[in-house]
């Protein structure tokens, strides 16, 4: 279980982040799945938080999603915003999570990892740095980092991403193209 850290030790560990590992629901949503009359599945994703990935891939921080749910939805989503490393219907997201960081050729020390429920767990707690969400289960706030402001589907990301640029002193730069 990751440790409760000082914030000086927190930025060490954001600093060494290169791979970001989202979850969907409840992280890049709110949670909430729509079903249409024909059956299709609709999702609403924050454009700020699209923007924020975009951001934090710009920075050089790979970025990755990892949900035990299978969606046609998340694979328009994340090719629409450039994500290479997409795994779904991940029940045991610990597997695809190690597969990922080998394939990577990189550690658990150089990973943070964004969930908000149970099956995110195992993950949270070999990451170096373990980010959810207020509205997250208790289990897994009380083993997070680093808990949002925003709730999922609304900003979390997007705050998730500035925090690790602005901490490895990337910030400025990412942002200069808009100046």
């Given at each position: 279980?990751?440790?409760?850290?000082?914030?000086?030790?927190?930025?060490?560990?954001?600093?060494?982040?290169?791979?970001?590992?989202?979850?969907?629901?409840?992280v890049m949503t709110d949670?909430?799945?729509?079903?249409?009359?024909?059956?299709?599945?609709?999702?609403?994703?924050?454009?700020?938080?699209?923007?924020?990935?975009?951001?934090?891939?710009?920075?050089?921080?790979?970025?990755?999603?990892?949900?035990?749910?299978?969606?046609?939805?998340?694979?328009?989503?994340?090719?629409?915003?450039?994500?290479?490393?997409?795994?779904?219907?991940?029940?045991?997201?610990?597997?695809?999570?190690?597969?990922?960081?080998?394939?990577?050729?990189?550690?658990?020390?150089?990973?943070?990892?964004?969930?908000?429920?149970?099956?995110?767990?195992?993950?949270?707690?070999?990451?170096?740095?373990?980010?959810?969400?207020?509205?997250?289960?208790?289990?897994?706030?009380?083993?997070?980092?680093?808990?949002?402001?925003?709730?999922?589907?609304?900003?979390?990301?997007?705050?998730?991403?500035?925090?690790?640029?602005?901490?490895?002193?990337?910030?400025?730069?990412?942002?200069?193209?808009?100046?």
């Amino acid at each position: 279980m990751p440790e409760k850290i000082s914030e000086q030790e927190l930025y060490k560990r954001i600093k060494a982040v290169k791979l970001l590992v989202l979850d969907v629901d409840g992280v890049m949503t709110d949670g909430g799945v729509i079903y249409n009359d024909l059956g299709h599945e609709t999702k609403v994703f924050d454009v700020k938080d699209g923007h924020g990935i975009k951001l934090l891939m710009r920075g050089g921080v790979e970025v990755a999603i990892i949900t035990s749910r299978q969606s046609q939805v998340v694979g328009h989503r994340a090719a629409n915003l450039g994500i290479k490393y997409v795994y779904q219907g991940a029940l045991e997201k610990i597997k695809a999570y190690d597969e990922l960081i080998s394939k990577l050729g990189i550690t658990p020390d150089e990973s943070a990892c964004m969930g908000d429920d149970l099956v995110d767990m195992p993950m949270l707690k070999k990451a170096a740095f373990a980010v959810t969400v207020p509205d997250g289960v208790a289990e897994v706030i009380e083993i997070a980092h680093y808990v949002t402001k925003n709730k999922g589907g609304h900003g979390a990301v997007r705050e998730t991403a500035e925090l690790i640029l602005k901490a490895q002193g990337k910030w400025q730069d990412v942002i200069r193209r808009y100046l």
